[in-house]
């Protein structure tokens, strides 16, 4: 009979409590179910990233690195003028990136960037400990994960983008080395002031080379990559110093520095380099004339493919340039009327809103180099307290309140009298004073060539770029005046003139049958008439009826066809007899092409600008090399350059120039002064064997620059201020007497007239006045001299 279980050999199930057994069949649920959901998400995440990985965008360019570099131009010498393109970037390989920027960098942005495979997993979990904890916030991202998203995403928050970020970091870290990677955002990321990367902001900022920066200055610009307008050192100096301290401490517990260069690092007193930095190059026109050069050339790509142009221009020689130009203008300025303040605006009494009132107030005028705005804050007549707009408060008296003279005065119209509120322009002078002035009306400039080859050696186009675009060096067509006679002169040598003829200085007199419309009476600068005078004399004093009579015997078509050999465009050169007077028009740039054919012995040279062109990587793409001078065209034999050196080396010596050699002190000066009818331009064009180059200053709308201005007084000092320094240390040049040229008596003349030197002082050398002259150094026949010996008496 079968015996009944044995209830006591094993405990019963249902001894186990029944809440315990519910909970371990609900773990294990929860664990099944986290399984799946795991499993689950694994699939869907590991199907995402099969479908969208391949749609990644291709980062294996990144591999060569090519940014959008701009557009630089520089001078001869490799000083920067100009930059052209939206971003401002240099691009610098990572073992050029000095370790202090670098570790500035890693110590904030990603200190374990050499240990993470992308996604720095520690960083993450120390941040959100760091946010939940409410201490200061931290980020996650790495460098690779910027990266990512400053060069292939969107700046939009969402969950699609940030998967889309870290699947990038993860083949960013695939493909590319962590050097790579460093070097890409050290070189891509934005830090304010149109600056994309450490290089670029280190010039921004600090005026100087990346190699060059300090723990202190690096820490700065460290600060930038997370908010570049909130931590710009220039417009935020508090929140951008508070952000450079703490960067310095995390240099310190990363180990970068040592505690006592953490200490000298925020010491240190770091000098910024202001929008209105004195120490760059002012060559804006001619760094703009390089831009429209290469654009011709490469079209938009010329603004993103980091081409370097590298110009003729001589940097020192291009600021002395520019600061003698606008001392000249500034100089005339001085004589002028005061127009009276530029705008009147009301000021507060309380100091805090009247802070602010000039604030924006000086927004709408800022300086013009070293022209000056400021706002009376007190003025009476002796003088004035005004306001910049640093809030530095600067006191006029004495000598500076003397420009301002009308609108001190009790009577001063309202549009010009000085009071509380105005807004005026100043100047410091030499002995550190101030002085009270306007912004120029009047324009001027200033152009420099080498005679030998045509190079572009110092350009200004006017007073200030920014001011008035407008080139007018290239742009301004204008009568050249009395700077124009030494053409004329040129054509005479060759029809039988020479530098002893003599030639009538006396009124003169054409009848409207012979002008076929108004009578003509020209007249000398002066209004004085000296009678019989040699051609060398008349052109020194430069005599505009002996200009006439020459042109006048030489024939103005005749003289109008010789007159192109120097470059000169006919059809801008009538041939009349106020030719003579240099009633055409020409540009500064081509009034110095034609002085160069004196300069060089006669051949024209074609003036440039752009030596040569490399890509960001310095490789050579276009190298202009200028022919030996002997290989130009010849405009005008040797010796007719060599007659003509010497009498315009007279005007440089005794004649209207007399100012030139005397200051200069050195014989191998030429050139001629050049005042307009009305004294509407004012020119200066000279040589040194060297160095041609012009001056012009007058209004845009022509009119009267003042009965007593003249090239000898407006244009000439600017033009001795230049070669002043541009000839330091250059040798005396001494002529060589070409061939087919005698000395008679201490005058030159062609070999051929050499035996008419003895009555040359009657004039018997002169040309027929025919337009049929003979060919040049032909002697003009027996027959026309007693003829023209009665023109030139007469």
Same mark, same amino acid.
């Given at each position: 009979?079968?015996?009944?279980?044995?209830?006591?050999?094993?405990?019963?199930?249902?001894?186990?409590?029944?809440?315990?057994?519910?909970?371990?069949?609900?773990?294990?649920?929860?664990?099944?179910?986290?399984?799946?959901?795991?499993?689950?998400?694994?699939?869907?995440?590991?199907?995402?990233?099969?479908?969208?990985?391949?749609?990644?965008?291709?980062?294996?360019?990144?591999?060569?690195?090519?940014?959008?570099?701009?557009?630089?131009?520089?001078?001869?010498?490799?000083?920067?003028?100009?930059?052209?393109?939206?971003?401002?970037?240099?691009?610098?390989?990572?073992?050029?990136?000095?370790?202090?920027?670098?570790?500035?960098?890693?110590?904030?942005?990603?200190?374990?960037?050499?240990?993470?495979?992308?996604?720095?997993?520690?960083?993450?979990?120390?941040?959100?400990?760091?946010?939940?904890?409410?201490?200061?916030?931290?980020?996650?991202?790495?460098?690779?994960?910027?990266?990512?998203?400053?060069?292939?995403?969107?700046?939009?928050?969402?969950?699609?983008?940030?998967?889309?970020?870290?699947?990038?970091?993860?083949?960013?870290?695939?493909?590319?080395?962590?050097?790579?990677?460093?070097?890409?955002?050290?070189?891509?990321?934005?830090?304010?002031?149109?600056?994309?990367?450490?290089?670029?902001?280190?010039?921004?900022?600090?005026?100087?080379?990346?190699?060059?920066?300090?723990?202190?200055?690096?820490?700065?610009?460290?600060?930038?990559?997370?908010?570049?307008?909130?931590?710009?050192?220039?417009?935020?100096?508090?929140?951008?110093?508070?952000?450079?301290?703490?960067?310095?401490?995390?240099?310190?517990?990363?180990?970068?520095?040592?505690?006592?260069?953490?200490?000298?690092?925020?010491?240190?007193?770091?000098?910024?380099?202001?929008?209105?930095?004195?120490?760059?190059?002012?060559?804006?026109?001619?760094?703009?004339?390089?831009?429209?050069?290469?654009?011709?050339?490469?079209?938009?790509?010329?603004?993103?493919?980091?081409?370097?142009?590298?110009?003729?221009?001589?940097?020192?020689?291009?600021?002395?340039?520019?600061?003698?130009?606008?001392?000249?203008?500034?100089?005339?300025?001085?004589?002028?009327?005061?127009?009276?303040?530029?705008?009147?605006?009301?000021?507060?009494?309380?100091?805090?809103?009247?802070?602010?009132?000039?604030?924006?107030?000086?927004?709408?005028?800022?300086?013009?180099?070293?022209?000056?705005?400021?706002?009376?804050?007190?003025?009476?007549?002796?003088?004035?307290?005004?306001?910049?707009?640093?809030?530095?408060?600067?006191?006029?008296?004495?000598?500076?309140?003397?420009?301002?003279?009308?609108?001190?005065?009790?009577?001063?119209?309202?549009?010009?009298?000085?009071?509380?509120?105005?807004?005026?322009?100043?100047?410091?002078?030499?002995?550190?004073?101030?002085?009270?002035?306007?912004?120029?009306?009047?324009?001027?400039?200033?152009?420099?060539?080498?005679?030998?080859?045509?190079?572009?050696?110092?350009?200004?186009?006017?007073?200030?770029?920014?001011?008035?675009?407008?080139?007018?060096?290239?742009?301004?067509?204008?009568?050249?005046?009395?700077?124009?006679?030494?053409?004329?002169?040129?054509?005479?040598?060759?029809?039988?003139?020479?530098?002893?003829?003599?030639?009538?200085?006396?009124?003169?007199?054409?009848?409207?049958?012979?002008?076929?419309?108004?009578?003509?009476?020209?007249?000398?600068?002066?209004?004085?008439?000296?009678?019989?005078?040699?051609?060398?004399?008349?052109?020194?004093?430069?005599?505009?009826?002996?200009?006439?009579?020459?042109?006048?015997?030489?024939?103005?078509?005749?003289?109008?066809?010789?007159?192109?050999?120097?470059?000169?465009?006919?059809?801008?050169?009538?041939?009349?007899?106020?030719?003579?007077?240099?009633?055409?028009?020409?540009?500064?740039?081509?009034?110095?092409?034609?002085?160069?054919?004196?300069?060089?012995?006669?051949?024209?040279?074609?003036?440039?600008?752009?030596?040569?062109?490399?890509?960001?990587?310095?490789?050579?793409?276009?190298?202009?090399?200028?022919?030996?001078?002997?290989?130009?065209?010849?405009?005008?034999?040797?010796?007719?350059?060599?007659?003509?050196? %010497?009498?315009?080396? &007279?005007? !440089?010596?005794?004649?209207?120039? @007399?100012? /030139?050699?005397? =200051?200069?002190?050195? $014989?191998?000066?030429?050139?001629?002064?050049?005042?307009?009818?009305?004294?509407?331009?004012?020119?200066?064009?000279?040589?040194?064997?060297?160095?041609?180059?012009?001056?012009?200053?007058?209004?845009?709308?022509?009119?009267?620059?003042?009965?007593?201005?003249?090239?000898?007084?407006?244009?000439?000092?600017?033009?001795?201020?230049?070669?002043?320094?541009?000839?330091?240390?250059?040798?005396?040049?001494?002529?060589?007497?070409?061939?087919?040229?005698?000395?008679?008596?201490?005058?030159?003349?062609?070999?051929?007239?050499?035996?008419?030197?003895?009555?040359? %002082?009657?004039?018997? &050398?002169? !040309?027929?006045?025919?337009?049929? @002259?003979? /060919?040049?150094? =032909?002697?003009?026949? $027996?027959?026309?001299?007693?003829?023209?010996?009665?023109?030139?008496?007469?």
């Amino acid at each position: 009979m079968p015996q009944p279980p044995d209830r006591t050999s094993s405990p019963p199930t249902s001894s186990m409590p029944r809440a315990v057994r519910w909970l371990l069949l609900g773990f294990t649920w929860i664990l099944g179910l986290g399984a799946a959901a795991t499993l689950t998400g694994a699939l869907a995440i590991g199907l995402g990233l099969a479908v969208a990985y391949p749609n990644l965008p291709d980062v294996s360019d990144l591999a060569d690195y090519r940014p959008k570099l701009p557009l630089r131009v520089y001078s001869a010498e490799g000083a920067l003028l100009g930059e052209f393109g939206e971003e401002r970037r240099n691009l610098t390989p990572i073992q050029d990136i000095p370790p202090v920027m670098t570790n500035a960098v890693l110590a904030i942005e990603d200190a374990r960037f050499f240990q993470h495979g992308g996604v720095d997993y520690k960083g993450v979990l120390r941040a959100a400990l760091a946010n939940l904890g409410r201490v200061k916030s931290q980020g996650a991202s790495t460098i690779t994960m910027q990266v990512a998203r400053n060069v292939y995403l969107s700046s939009e928050k969402t969950f699609t983008r940030k998967i889309y970020e870290i699947l990038l970091t993860f083949k960013l870290e695939h493909l590319l080395t962590k050097n790579q990677i460093l070097e890409i955002y050290m070189n891509q990321i934005y830090l304010g002031n149109r600056a994309y990367g450490f290089a670029a902001a280190a010039e921004t900022y600090f005026g100087k080379p990346l190699k060059s920066i300090s723990i202190a200055e690096a820490a700065m610009l460290a600060g930038l990559p997370k908010a570049p307008s909130a931590y710009n050192p220039i417009s935020n100096p508090k929140r951008a110093r508070i952000r450079q301290l703490y960067i310095i401490d995390r240099m310190l517990e990363n180990g970068f520095i040592t505690a006592e260069e953490a200490t000298a690092a925020k010491q240190e007193d770091l000098k910024l380099r202001s929008s209105t930095d004195s120490t760059r190059i002012h060559a804006e026109y001619v760094a703009e004339m390089a831009r429209q050069l290469i654009y011709a050339q490469y079209g938009p790509e010329a603004y993103t493919r980091g081409l370097n142009v590298y110009t003729t221009l001589n940097a020192g020689e291009q600021e002395t340039a520019y600061t003698a130009l606008r001392k000249g203008i500034m100089d005339y300025e001085r004589r002028q009327h005061y127009r009276g303040p530029e705008r009147f605006v009301s000021l507060p009494s309380a100091s805090e809103e009247t802070e602010d009132a000039i604030d924006d107030a000086l927004a709408n005028h800022p300086d013009n180099g070293n022209v000056l705005a400021a706002v009376v804050l007190e003025v009476n007549a002796k003088k004035i307290l005004a306001a910049r707009a640093d809030g530095e408060q600067i006191e006029i008296t004495g000598e500076g309140l003397k420009p301002a003279q009308s609108g001190l005065s009790e009577k001063a119209p309202p549009n010009i009298k000085l009071r509380r509120g105005a807004v005026i322009r100043v100047v410091q002078t030499p002995k550190k004073t101030w002085e009270i002035t306007q912004l120029p009306e009047v324009e001027g400039a200033f152009v420099a060539i080498d005679p030998r080859s045509g190079a572009i050696r110092a350009l200004v186009g006017g007073f200030d770029f920014d001011k008035n675009k407008f080139n007018h060096v290239t742009q301004a067509w204008r009568q050249p005046g009395s700077a124009f006679k030494p053409f004329i002169y040129s054509a005479a040598l060759e029809k039988g003139f020479t530098p002893a003829t003599v030639i009538n200085d006396a009124p003169l007199f054409f009848s409207a049958g012979v002008t076929g419309g108004q009578p003509w009476e020209p007249k000398n600068y002066d209004g004085k008439y000296d009678g019989p005078m040699t051609m060398r004399a008349g052109l020194a004093r430069s005599k505009n009826v002996v200009s006439i009579r020459i042109l006048q015997a030489v024939g103005p078509k005749n003289g109008q066809d010789w007159v192109t050999r120097f470059g000169f465009e006919a059809d801008k050169h009538p041939p009349y007899l106020t030719m003579a007077l240099g009633a055409g028009s020409v540009t500064p740039m081509q009034l110095a092409s034609a002085y160069a054919v004196f300069a060089n012995g006669g051949y024209r040279v074609n003036p440039y600008l752009i030596a040569r062109v490399t890509d960001h990587k310095g490789r050579i793409l276009s190298d202009f090399q200028p022919p030996a001078v002997t290989d130009n065209p010849r405009a005008i034999e040797p010796r007719n350059a060599f007659i003509m050196n %010497s009498m315009l080396q &007279e005007v !440089a010596r005794s004649g209207t120039a @007399a100012r /030139a050699q005397a =200051t200069l002190k050195r $014989p191998d000066i030429y050139g001629k002064t050049g005042t307009t009818n009305d004294a509407v331009d004012a020119w200066f064009a000279g040589f040194q064997p060297t160095l041609a180059a012009v001056t012009w200053i007058g209004y845009d709308t022509p009119r009267n620059l003042g009965s007593r201005e003249t090239g000898g007084g407006l244009s000439l000092p600017v033009w001795i201020s230049f070669m002043e320094k541009a000839l330091k240390g250059v040798p005396v040049a001494e002529p060589t007497v070409p061939a087919g040229v005698v000395n008679v008596s201490g005058e030159w003349f062609y070999e051929e007239y050499a035996r008419n030197a003895g009555v040359a %002082s009657l004039g018997m &050398e002169s !040309a027929t006045p025919t337009d049929g @002259a003979p /060919a040049p150094g =032909t002697p003009p026949p $027996p027959e026309e001299r007693n003829r023209i010996l009665d023109l030139f008496r007469n």
